[in-house]
Nanobody, 119 residues
């Protein structure tokens, strides 16, 4: 059984920083892409940043220049450093991984961590 467990969310003032972390565990053979998504109530989940196993990154326009995604393949972890946060960044943030467990590649999601930015 595979689990993705996030940590690091919380309440921060506008202009502040937060670092989210996510660890994958379980019967994992290989991990392809990993990423962070976020969702506001009543809105669709949107991509924030993704990173391939080779380290290639992709950011939403809203995250470019402010957020940095990184991963440790040996530890099966992914982090998201968020700087210059604004109220528009308030959302539940979800960790994502496409990984091989058993014979199939599947998409896995964490339970989500709340990020609240006060103005």
């Amino acid at each position: 059984q595979v689990q993705l467990v996030e940590s690091g969310g919380g309440l921060v003032q506008a202009g502040g920083s937060l670092r989210l972390s996510c660890a994958a565990s379980g019967s994992i053979i290989s991990i392809n892409n990993m990423g962070w998504y976020r969702q506001d109530p009543g809105k669709q989940r949107e991509m924030v940043a993704t990173i391939s196993s080779g380290g290639n990154t992709n950011y939403a326009n809203s995250a470019k220049g402010r957020f940095t995604v990184s991963r440790d393949n040996a530890k099966a972890t992914i982090d998201l450093q968020m700087n210059s946060l604004g109220p528009e960044d308030t959302a539940v943030y979800y960790c994502y991984a496409r990984l091989l467990s058993g014979v199939w590649w599947n998409d896995y999601w964490g339970q989500g961590t709340q990020v609240t930015v006060s103005s």
